[in-house]
């Protein structure tokens, strides 16, 4: 009897283990995993005219100031994620607003998402393509 009992309680700590290791795709779809969710351009450009002059909302840019002061998005705002103050940057930021953060690519924003997650920033949004996806779109940028 003893052991069916030490049985029974690995094979239940297994199935938990699994349950947190293997949860299904649809959760983490629902943003069960704690992800941030990512917007198409087309979804970005909505947000952004639904939020235009909400103090609460910021379009976060994580470009250079080169690659700013080039191009943007209207409306953003820039921290440089290849700063070495980038962490100080953020941690700075009000995590009671809500965001929208973009970079050229994509790749810089997971490395930013990323720091904002650990910082405890609740309210963020993705545009995974970045500035580039937007443009293919024929989204209008500002200089």
Do not use: H
């Amino acid at each position: 009897m003893p052991e069916m009992k030490k049985f029974l309680l690995m094979a239940g700590l297994a199935a938990v283990a699994c349950a947190f290791l293997f949860r299904p795709s649809a959760l983490r779809a629902q943003g069960a995993t704690g992800e941030y969710p990512n917007l198409s351009s087309a979804e970005a450009r909505e947000l952004l005219g639904k939020r235009s002059g909400d103090p609460d909302f910021v379009l976060l840019d994580v470009r250079t100031r080169k690659e700013f002061d080039a191009e943007r998005i209207a409306g953003a705002v820039m921290v440089d994620y290849t700063s070495p103050s980038f962490r100080a940057d953020m941690a700075r930021l009000d995590r009671s607003k809500s965001y929208l953060v973009y970079c050229r690519t994509g790749n810089r924003t997971n490395g930013a998402v990323k720091v904002m997650r650990e910082l405890g920033f609740p309210n963020v949004s993705v545009l995974p393509g970045g500035i580039t996806k937007w443009k293919e779109a024929g989204f209008p940028t500002a200089r």
